[in-house]
């Protein structure tokens, strides 16, 4: 045991070798800690998988508590404290009907988010701490963070005298990134970054290129583009 201010702590499955990562414990087998959390006469039990992107409760009875009732208690209490941004739940098809109707009956809407190919997302409750949209989902974040990065970047360095071939790449980047992020922000509600960044995908669009003949208006175009793209990589 070990004391926290008030809390008294019991950790179980905490001896990793390299080898026992989920071995019949965790969020994986929560039956262990479910039943620990009883004999123990304890509050709550948590159960966390080996690199903790998943949970499982279990109650002071050693009742197990799954995602969608975790995800329905901590939205009502967001509602009732008036964190919950917009209302909104946002979850994947994956969802159990059951929270859909519970949500719906607290006046709670559930909005199902794409899987964006780099896997499962799951839910997110939604906070407003976002501009006037939503945190990206933590599968697609990581890439349109770097995107952001690395067009924010070598648009800082065309303000240079390069070769050609450089600008012909700057634009193939800066539209990929530019287009793919506002697709994602789009998506997740954000129409104001997201046009933003449609707005720099169509200067700097490789297909019908724009030609300003005036250096100097290039280069104050690419230090604006830049400056954005890099601030708005760090509310991603």
């Not at 690199?51 to 901590?74: M, N, P, Q, T, Y």
């Not at 970047?153 to 539209?175: D, N, Q, S």
Request: charge should be neutral; aromatic fraction near 10%; include cysteine.
């Amino acid at each position: 045991m070990s004391d926290t201010k008030h809390t008294k702590l019991m950790i179980i499955g905490s001896e990793p070798n390299g080898k026992n990562i989920n071995l019949e414990c965790g969020a994986m087998f929560p039956d262990q800690m479910a039943e620990k959390t009883k004999l123990q006469h304890a509050d709550l039990g948590i159960a966390l998988d080996g690199d903790a992107d998943r949970v499982v409760f279990s109650d002071e009875e050693g009742k197990i508590i799954h995602g969608d009732h975790i995800i329905a208690v901590l939205a009502r209490e967001m509602k009732l404290s008036k964190q919950l941004f917009q209302n909104e739940v946002i979850g994947t098809s994956m969802s159990n009907l059951g929270l859909e109707i519970f949500l719906k009956s607290i006046n709670i809407k559930k909005r199902k988010l794409w899987d964006d190919g780099f896997g499962w997302i799951g839910f997110r409750l939604v906070r407003p701490n976002f501009n006037d949209g939503y945190p990206l989902s933590s599968k697609n974040m990581g890439l349109v963070k770097k995107l952001l990065i690395i067009a924010a970047a070598m648009l800082l360095i065309a303000t240079m005298p390069l070769p050609i071939e450089f600008y012909t790449l700057l634009r193939i980047v800066v539209f990929g990134a530019a287009a793919y992020s506002a697709y994602c922000f789009f998506e997740n509600k954000n129409s104001q970054a997201g046009l933003i960044l449609v707005l720099i995908a169509i200067v700097w669009n490789p297909l019908i290129p724009i030609y300003l003949y005036d250096k100097y208006i290039w280069i104050l175009l690419d230090i604006s583009a830049a400056i954005y793209m890099f601030l708005l990589s760090r509310k991603v």
